[in-house]
């Protein structure tokens, strides 16, 4: 009766597989899926269920083969104790598409957790051969396994696998944190391994593999290499480095390990990390130098297996001398291990998870010099990367000679934790390519992507130069002389410093501080050369000038003579305009991102600042006709106008302190004169920027220098008249992961891409992109998919730049800076990181609603809230699908539209006011906050959906400490319910705070500006001290309020109002004037101990009976049937029913799926229920009430199923038929049978 349809888990394992020549795909073990992607495309190419009720860990993608002696022996995964292999067949038909519905393959149970897995080489010419491999459990002990040949050649809908496993091998059962296997040439049969334990010790050893076969009786050999200490914590991640080719100088002997002077030698180097918050690289060469793993450092493998079962082999003291810390054996015997460590570094602000080898950055010709790339990344959601600087010949020769220097970092995850990691195999030589898998269920992959299509042709380049460079570089006989300039009083060279930047297509122009046009074309080198300008106005420019490009090949340049003077490419620069003072600054509006690909006489519009005027000029130039037109802006007092844009005929403008204001055209004077105006920045930072928003004419998006996007509705101007139909409304306020933004465009769709369906480029057609600075970085960040596009360090806000990106793909971005007086321009070819999954949040889900538009049959793409303990909330587009679809199109059943940033506290419940049209959302968390939110759907099409929302109220009527927690709430349309909203939005609300308090409030909705918070209490109560942790309105009208709470001691409460009025206008106002009081009219109890979730059966109109069914702390299933006699005014009990172990873990969401009624006044009633519970399943059950008053309760399960939802918190009904459970992750289920799975 349940049936998967959608999930999104955390990522718990990642690989990468060249599947093709161009083309990289990524293996991704998303709870016990696992899902295959184009890493080009973004694209989900296939999908299969692996284990039934165990996420996936692990995946072993075995790397090509040269030697077409070697066939390829398949996928290897595992998780916890489970692990499979995935035939070849059925992993090319996940890529092609062609069979979705793939078979899994069987599963198997390992005697003990796996950390790490491997395969051996598969040869062709033995057919009878098993496949074989070996895993490495959570004891330090190698398990080798065999598959039967059958298994490469069994369809995808066929399998007779059958996976046998071999002795256990292991010189010491340690409890480990982390393992990691390499095979080791030339055979290929010996295993290298690194185990990281609980206790902070290393132990790298030696596995020699006999092709273990059933019946074989040779026993494996285990060879103990190292035993390294050093880590103060648990060690969490091991990774080896390939083997590296040194070339140490002839006269060095590169010596201990190769066979004389001019040989190579080998190396070969372990990262590892712990929760101490440290990265150590350590040197794991064979080399017979006395520093371990030879025959003078080997470790005693008895006192190693004695010492090593629990880390507490010996107590010694700090003047032991032993590098494990105690006087045993096992430590004095690592001695010489402790040499081997080349280089520690700290970083991260909590603790490390992984470590992975990069490339190799450069090697010396002697090997003298060598950087290799390391990364780490951590439970702060981080990817670090940090260069391993290594001089080897001193390294041979005193063992110390290593530096780990922090390179760089990107926060690429939200919440906690990245999970997953994998890198790709560049040949050591190139920067690979770097995927992460979060708890928060995204995927973003960092590095260059091979064969993605380039549309404008941006280059990768970072140059950076003075100006005595750039003028060395000129042409030769365009050297022009010094420019001296004289002051009022002394004469002295002006100082030749670039003060203004201009991006013409692909070329860069620069203004010095003497008036001397720079123009680059780009490309490496940089090739200059000096603008030819007539002596009228380079003199004019002398000392200071404004440079703006409105237009494709076109800049504006601004003179301290109040001249405005263009330039285009192909022709001379002339004068077009002259105002009455300095030109302060040119302001264009509504810039096109694509301008670079504009005609270059197509129209463009600037504003012009003057100094110390009280007005501005519009200039506009026609392409057509060639001319310029110019208009009077009147500004208010202290106006600096600092962005502009077009919205229908208003113009609208952003000042220095914040403001948006918009001018219309006063006919009488045919100037622009102000309409309206408001500033929302409370810090009075400028406005940057303002964008019309595609698909939508009435609405802007500025940009601030505050960090906050903010969208603004621009009313319509009346036809004949200069007057509005409503002010200025601000519609969405949101804060940017910037500091200060300082641009932001939205993006241009893509050409039509002919590609097969399965490797189409697929893009929104708008994505937001912001553009500013965060602390000493230039940032480019898609808002939309929340990726970091380009990140260029370059010292902060304050300096002179210019950027520009590609429309079509904003990845290609171009910046060029001053810093420390030189110029530095930086473009690159594609973004830094790409996102695979959007993901979600990064903490626990605690609270799922879906707006009440959603909820009707005829809305197919209505909207979900989700919010979490990470304090934020999320709102998706629930877009409905076919059965019949291909599984990509299940990875975007939620598409996620905006986040939603205020709360300081978990959040605690989240519920949509069910007004017609779903404009408010209401939120409650910890530290008394109880948020009002304001929606408005800007943008509605099949590619793009476009919400924008503000905070609206917020309740203010806490306690002095304001510590409690707003527990629950519930909201009804009280305005819909009395007939007296007038238009407004009446809500009442219902909410239960952690100190045992009920209250209820009357709220309305605001006029502009929304400032007027919740109304006063209207009715309040306290039960004793337990906790509420659930409440539902019974009775919510004008005449009386009637509330049913539940509470941490097992009990349901019902309350009822003390005095009732008559109208709904009256019991506001005697909110207003005093505090009413609810009356405890009935407590029932139904647990042992705390009531975690509950529901109620959806009573017709005019009904008095409730079927009321609760999820206990107690693991059981509660139901009480509750009627009100109207004519007494009392409740009464007519039934209490419960069910143990119901679950076997506390029940924390439930929902009433679908009741029906049988009888007339309900006296028969049947529903469907759903709960979940944090066993992680999720059960469906039949409830049967029968007639009369003692008729009784039938409960039948219909349903169980494993759910991929650790923790879940919260159950609820998004659409009919459609559940959502919400926790670590989410999921939907459908009841009415079209998902995606058909097992259990």
């Not at 080009?40 to 077409?68: C, M, N, V, W």
């Not at 393992?179 to 609980?198: E, F, I, N, Q, Y």
């Not at 092709?211 to 074989?216: M, T």
């Not at 989410?1226 to 995606?1236: A, F, L, N, R, S």
């Amino acid at each position: 009766r349940l049936q998967h349809k959608y999930a999104l888990s955390p990522v718990t394992a990642l690989a990468f597989h060249n599947a093709e020549p161009g083309q990289v795909l990524l293996l991704a073990g998303e709870d016990t899926w696992l899902k295959v992607y184009d890493v080009k495309t973004s694209r989900l190419l296939g999908q299969l269920k692996i284990f039934a009720s165990q996420p996936i860990h692990g995946i072993y993608i075995p790397p090509p083969e040269s030697d077409k002696s070697h066939s390829e022996p398949g996928v290897l995964i595992w998780g916890g104790p489970s692990v499979t292999l995935l035939p070849p067949s059925s992993l090319q038909a996940l890529i092609s598409g062609t069979t979705p519905t793939a078979a899994a393959p069987p599963e198997f149970k390992a005697p003990d957790w796996l950390y790490d897995g491997i395969l051996f080489p598969c040869r062709r010419n033995s057919p009878s051969d098993p496949v074989a491999g070996v895993l490495v459990t959570a004891h330090n002990e190698i398990l080798p396994f065999s598959v039967n040949a059958n298994t490469a050649t069994t369809t995808p809908t066929t399998t007779t696998t059958n996976l046998t496993f071999g002795p256990l091998a292991s010189p010491s059962r340690p409890i480990l944190y982390s393992a990691s296997l390499r095979l080791l040439p030339p055979d290929a049969t010996t295993v290298l391994v690194a185990a990281g334990t609980v206790f902070g010790e290393i132990i790298v050893w030696k596995y020699h593999h006999h092709h273990y076969s059933p019946g074989s009786k040779q026993q494996p050999q285990c060879q103990v290499l190292h035993v390294f200490t050093g880590h103060e914590g648990s060690i969490f991640g091991v990774s080896f480095s390939d083997e590296m080719e040194l070339a140490p100088d002839d006269d060095d002997d590169g010596g201990r390990g190769g066979s004389g002077g001019g040989q190579q030698a080998r190396a070969r180097l372990l990262v590892s990390c712990s929760d101490d918050r440290t990265v150590r690289v350590w040197d794991v060469s064979e080399r017979g130098d006395g520093r371990g793993g030879g025959e003078h450092g080997r470790v005693d493998e008895r006192v190693l297996g004695e010492a090593r079962e629990t880390g507490f082999g010996g107590g010694g003291g700090a003047g032991s001398g032993s590098a494990a810390g105690g006087d045993s054996e096992a430590g004095r015997g690592s001695v010489g291990d402790r040499a081997r460590c080349v280089a520690v570094a700290m970083g991260h602000v909590s603790r490390i998870w992984h470590v992975r080898f990069g490339a190799v950055v450069r090697s010396g010709a002697s090997g003298r010099g060598g950087a290799v790339e390391v990364y780490s990344f951590g439970e702060d959601s981080s990817r670090q990367k940090w260069e391993l600087d290594v001089d080897w010949a001193r390294w041979f020769a005193e063992g110390q000679a290593g530096t780990l220097r922090h390179r760089g970092a990107s926060t690429c995850h939200s919440g906690k934790n990245i999970w997953s990691v994998a890198v790709s195999d560049s040949g050591g030589v190139e920067e690979p390519l770097i995927a992460t898998g979060g708890a928060d269920g995204r995927i973003v992959v960092a590095g260059r992507i091979p064969g993605r299509r380039s549309f404008d042709g941006y280059e990768d380049l970072d140059v950076t130069m003075t100006i005595d460079e750039v003028l060395q570089s000129l042409p030769r006989g365009r050297h022009p002389q010094s420019v001296e300039v004289q002051t009022t009083k002394h004469a002295k060279h002006t100082k030749q410093t670039f003060q203004r930047y201009a991006f013409l297509s692909d070329r860069v122009m620069a203004a010095t501080a003497s008036g001397r046009l720079l123009l680059a074309t780009m490309g490496d080198p940089l090739l200059w050369e000096e603008v030819a300008l007539p002596e009228a106005i380079a003199s004019d420019l002398q000392r200071y000038n404004v440079l703006k490009s409105p237009a494709r090949d076109t800049v504006l340049l601004g003179s301290p003579s109040g001249r405005v003077y263009l330039f285009r490419k192909g022709h001379e620069a002339c004068q077009v305009a002259e105002f009455p003072g300095k030109i302060s600054d040119i302001i264009l509006v509504n810039t096109s991102p694509n301008r670079a690909l504009d005609e270059q006489h197509s129209d463009w519009h600037a504003i012009i600042s003057v100094l110390g005027l009280d007005h501005a000029f519009y200039l506009h130039y026609s392409g057509a006709t060639g001319t310029y037109a110019q208009r009077i802006v009147r500004l208010p007092e202290h106006y600096i106008v600092t962005a502009a844009a077009f919205s229908r005929e208003a113009l609208v403008l952003g000042t220095r302190t914040g403001s948006v204001a918009t001018f219309t055209i006063e006919p009488h004077t045919n100037e622009y004169m102000l309409q309206a105006s408001r500033r929302d920045c409370k810090t009075k930072d400028a406005i940057t920027s303002i964008v019309p928003i595609p698909g939508n004419a009435s609405a802007l998006l500025a940009t601030c220098r505050d960090g906050k996007c903010r969208i603004y509705h621009v009313p319509a101007v009346l036809s004949g008249s200069s007057r509005a139909t409503s002010l200025l409304t601000l519609q969405h306020e949101i804060a940017s992961p910037l500091n200060t933004l300082e641009a932001a465009f939205f993006t241009v769709p893509l050409p039509d891409d002919t590609s097969p369906p399965n490797r189409r480029i697929h893009r929104r057609s708008r994505d937001l992109i912001l553009q500013g600075f965060h602390g000493p970085h230039f940032l480019s960040y898609n808002a939309t998919t929340d990726a970091v596009l380009a990140r260029v360090p370059c010292g902060g806000a304050h300096r002179p730049f210019a950027s520009v990106s590609a429309p079509h793909d904003p990845g290609q971005t171009r910046l060029v800076f001053s810093k420390a007086g030189e110029l530095r321009v930086v473009s690159q070819a594609a973004a830094a990181e790409r996102v695979l999954v959007p993901g979600g949040h990064g903490r626990e889900i605690r609270a799922v609603a879906a707006s009440p538009s959603t909820l009707s049959a005829a809305d197919e793409a209505g909207l979900v809230a989700t919010a979490a303990e990470d304090t934020t909330i999320r709102i998706w587009r629930r877009r409905a699908s076919s059965p019949r679809v291909p599984p990509s199109s299940h990875a975007e059943y939620l598409t996620p539209l905006v986040t939603l940033q205020g709360h300081s506290a978990g959040i605690q419940t989240l519920r949509w006011a069910p007004t017609p049209h779903g404009t408010h959302l209401l939120s409650s968390a910890g530290s008394e906050e109880l948020f009002v939110w304001r929606l408005a759907r800007l943008v509605r099409e099949q590619e793009q959906d476009m919400l924008a929302v503000v905070r609206e109220a917020v309740w203010g009527d806490g306690t002095p400490g304001g510590d409690l927690r707003v527990v629950d709430f519930d909201v009804v349309d009280f305005g819909r319910v009395t007939g007296e909203g007038d238009g407004r939005v009446v809500l009442l609300i219902s909410m239960v705070l952690s100190d045992s308090s009920v209250r209820s409030y009357v709220y309305s909705s605001p006029g502009n500006p929304p400032t007027t918070p919740p109304g006063s209490s209207s009715t309040s109560a306290r039960y004793t001290g337990a906790c509420p942790t659930q409440v539902r309105h019974l009775r919510a009208d004008g005449e009386a309020v009637h509330v049913l709470t539940a509470f941490t001691d097992g009990h349901i409460a019902v309350w009822t109002t003390t005095t009732t009025t008559t109208t709904a206008a009256a019991a506001a106002v005697a909110a207003a004037g005093g505090s009413g009081s609810f009356a405890l009219a009935l407590t029932a109890r139904l647990h042992q101990s705390s009531i975690k979730s509950l529901d109620l059966s959806s009573a017709p109109t005019g009904s008095a009976r409730w079927l009321v069914s609760t999820g206990g702390d107690d693991n059981a299933l509660g139901f009480l049937d509750l009627a009100w006699d109207r004519h007494t005014g009392t409740y009464a009990v007519l039934g209490r029913y419960r069910i143990r172990d119901a679950h076997a873990a506390a029940i924390t969401g439930l929902c009433v799926v679908a009741n029906g009624e049988e009888a007339p006044g309900m006296m028969r009633m049947t529903m469907q229920v759903a709960s979940v519970g944090n066993d992680q399943r999720i059960k469906l059950w039949c409830v049967e009430r029968g007639g009369g008053a003692g008729g009784g309760l039938r409960v039948a399960l219909l349903d169980d199923r494993y759910s991929s939802v650790a923790d879940a918190g919260d159950l609820e009904l998004i659409a009919p038929g459609k559940l959502m459970v919400g926790g670590v992750g989410m999921e939907v289920w459908d009841v009415t049978g079209d998902g995606i799975e058909q097992g259990s």
